[in-house]
């Protein structure tokens, strides 16, 4: 006979009890086949491989009825094994966060001030769970005070894109806004302040991310080879963010400007769809209108300033 | 014969923008768009101290650098949406071809004289016109161009 194929086919209920089939036993086999699967572990899927030897010899070659007890058996193994698994997990994170407090006492200054340095470290606390942008009274709100910069940043990064949203509709590129700040000469109360603060895009990228917290639809998206910042609580689908990266990519003739025509040509639409994004684009205040005789071009100022400003100074 | 515009005028960034000459369809987007209109006609003048604009004569309706010009109606909705905001008169309401820029409105004017006269002791006495654009006590902004359209205003 050739084996059935069990439905839940996970190692532990592999079935090295059952006994050959037979029109009696068959019965009892499909109920056995039909049972729901051991609980996976939720935090760490270890596949537990319960070997033959480990058990008794009275487990082995059991009659089918030890095929439903076997399988409790097997259950409650698992969970003990998890249950152990998870305190030394739990012992080894621990030991971590406490290298991890040990490493940010002694390079606090280079956090505090080298933004690559900085990234590095906070994708390091990122996998263990560790938060220290939170600007709570705990260890990491009083030591680093880093929660404060970003919480800083994020204050100023809303008030550059609600400045700028009557011009670009409420999308602005991450760039622009350190331009923009840049300029500004903003200076930041963090810190010994006559080290000039610095600050890099992933800064701006990750107080961002503190901000959307709060709601307001404040986020991050790709567009092109951009990293843009959208301030407006409006759903952005995916006919509007290949029709950007359109723009952004310069494949309708200028960088930052798109056509009807060139849409239905580089994605392959029909007018219709095409020409209902730039309208709803339009609407949005992201694209301005640019009609010259019968032609109409759609720009958009998020896009366009940056490159400007690139042929004015290459 | 438009008037050629000087070098050392600096043009803001949205002067490069070619919709910036293609009047809105979307109202959000056209109030922004006329409102950086104002700006650019208001400090034109201030800085170069034009006081008239002489509708067919004013060099700003045209880019030659990306190619885009504004339209006789575009024009006429741009200017009328500057006057309405009180930045300037119609010399003639009823052919409306040339404008007298107001660097300041009359109302800024007059809170300007006010406030000058409060802190050199001239409220409830009479000045002359003299006193308050050229005497002792006279202040900055008021030059004789500026009296003259106070005058005529009140």
Known sequence: ???????????????????????????????????????????????????????????????????????????????????????????TVEKLEVKLEGFAKTHKHEIQHDPAFRAKFLEMCAPLGVDPLSAEKGFWGNML?????????????????????????????????????????????????????????????????????????????????????????????????????????????????????????????????????????????????????????????????????????? | MTATIPDSFKFPDFYNFPPFFTIQPVLATREKQLGQWRELILRYHTDLKIKTLVLHECPLWKNPKIERELTGDEIRLVMDDFISSGHGEWEDPQTRTRCRILWRKPEQLASDIYDWAVSNGYVNSVCTVFELHSGEFHHESLHRYFVVIFIWGN
């Open chain 1, 145 to 314: 005070g880093i929660g404060e910069f970003y919480y800083e940043l994020s204050v100023k990064v809303a008030e550059v894109c609600l400045a700028s949203r009557s011009r670009n509709g409420g999308i602005i590129r991450v760039s622009e806004v350190k331009d923009i700040l840049t300029q500004r000469g903003t200076k930041f109360k963090f810190a010994d302040s006559k080290n000039k603060s610095s600050y890099s895009e992933e800064d701006i990228v990750t107080s961002v991310k503190k901000l959307s917290k709060l709601g307001s639809g404040f986020r991050t998206v790709e567009v092109g080879k951009s990293m843009m910042i959208v301030s407006v609580p409006e759903e952005l689908d995916d006919d509007h963010m290949k029709v950007m990266d359109l723009a952004e990519e310069n494949r309708c003739g200028a960088y930052g400007v798109v056509t009807v025509k060139g849409v239905t040509a580089e994605l392959g639409w029909d007018h219709d769809r095409a020409k209902r994004a730039l309208e709803l684009l339009l609407g949005k205040g992201m694209a301005w209108l640019d009609a010259v005789g019968a032609e109409k071009y759609y720009w958009f100022p998020s896009l366009w300033m940056q490159n400007s400003n690139e042929m004015v100074s290459s």
């Open chain 1, 1 to 91: 006979f050739s084996r059935p194929l069990s439905p839940f086919y996970h190692p532990s209920s592999y079935p090295y009890l059952r006994s050959p089939p037979s029109s009696f036993r068959f019965y009892f086999f499909m109920k056995w086949a039909l049972q729901s699967p051991p609980p996976a572990s939720r935090i760490f899927n270890h596949n537990i491989y319960i070997l033959p030897t480990q058990y008794p010899m009275s487990h082995r070659r059991r009659g089918v009825g030890a095929a439903r007890a076997g399988a409790k058996a097997y259950t409650k193994k698992a969970e003990e094994m998890n249950a152990v698994s998870l305190a030394r997990a739990m012992e």
